[in-house]
């Protein structure tokens, strides 16, 4: 399918697409990919996923430094940032209509691997890339585990940034409501959860073991963050204050994650695979990480370690050592 849109960046050169592609196995279903694409041709690209909140933009904040798109571009590697059902510019159904169940939990990680996997299709059918690398954020690891998993062998290599298993959080426990813990507010049953600015904000507050949150992340960098995710959302202007949705359906993956359930079978995954997560992360927890390294069936496995950097390692002063260490597994 041809970019619907398609424009060169000033300073870089590289080219930035939008792509939409049709769901093969949902009929209502487009979904949206972000492309940062190097100036010569490449048959190298990475499938970026997003995680439970935040969508693909997470991956091409504006704010030099913090793209981690441009960087891949920079290095050879053409890169496409997937929205999956419900999130970001793909097809987001109202509660009620088809694909969007009003009584349960949508757009869970047994749905979004399907989307997964059209992404991936539209990467190596009809684009050509001969080499893809499959990179999962927070929520996204599950995604890309599960992806694995459903297809062995589609891929090349495989990052895990922030990795979540299933190892016991009590910390996320009491968050999401699960058995023992107080029922978050933004938890419903079915549709869309609402987060406002101050919100987000309060949840990488959280994270940073420091009163001077700006000692670790730019100003910059939480400014895009919060514009952007408000941006991405139609609707965020008809809430007061203003808010932006996410399904609800990762809620059930990752309370099964934070009781201890493994959320995809390490143990059959065979390909190259690298982990990555900041010190202080509460989410993505040494424990878990290390139980996971253990559990994964390829040779060919690492784990590495941010210092000084959250669950949003990706836009604090820490970035530039985890884009070079993803860099340097590809």
């Known amino acids: 399918m041809e970019p ?77 940032a997937l929205d999956v059902r419900g999130y970001g510019r793909s097809s987001r159904p109202a509660p009620g209509d088809p694909g969007c169940p009003a ?32 990179l999962g954020y927070s929520w996204g690891t599950i995604l890309a585990g599960r992806f694995v998993n459903a297809y062995p062998g589609a891929v090349n290599r495989m990052i895990l ?83 932006f949705r996410s399904p609800t359906g990762c809620n059930v993956d990752l309370c099964q994650a934070f009781t201890g359930h493994a959320g995809f079978e390490a143990g059959t995954i065979e390909v190259p695979t690298l982990l990555l997560r900041g010190d202080a992360d509460t989410t993505s927890t040494q424990a878990d990480s290390q139980r996971l390294l253990e559990r994964l069936k390829s040779r060919d496995k690492h784990s590495i370690t941010i210092p000084s950097a959250t669950h949003f390692a990706c836009f604090e002063y820490s970035a530039p050592l985890l884009f070079d260490a993803l860099l340097a597994f590809l």
């Open 4 to 80: 619907v849109t398609g424009f060169p960046t000033p300073v870089t050169g590289f080219l930035k697409q939008s792509f939409r592609i049709a769901s093969s196995n949902a009929r209502w279903l487009s979904l949206h990919l972000h492309a940062v694409i190097p100036g010569e041709r490449s048959s190298r690209a990475v499938l970026l996923l997003h995680g439970a909140t935040l969508a693909s933009y997470v991956f091409d904040l504006p704010v030099p430094g913090y793209s981690l798109q441009e960087r891949l571009a920079a290095a050879g590697w053409a890169s496409y």
């Open 103 to 134: 009584d349960r939990p949508f757009s869970t990680a047994q749905e979004s691997v399907e989307d997964v996997a059209d992404a991936m299709r539209f990467l190596r059918h009809d684009l050509r890339h001969s080499q893809v690398a499959l």
């Open 161 to 243: 940034f922030a990795p979540i298993y299933g190892t016991a959080n009590a910390r996320w426990m009491k968050y999401f409501g699960a058995p023992g813990g107080e029922a978050h507010s933004g938890f419903g049953a079915g549709g869309y959860r609402w987060t406002t600015g101050d919100e987000l904000r309060a949840r990488w507050d959280s994270e940073i073991p420091i009163a001077a949150k700006a000692a670790w992340r730019p100003n910059e960098t939480l400014s895009a963050v919060l514009e952007a995710a408000l941006g991405s959302d139609p609707l965020s202007l008809t809430r007061v204050p203003p808010a």
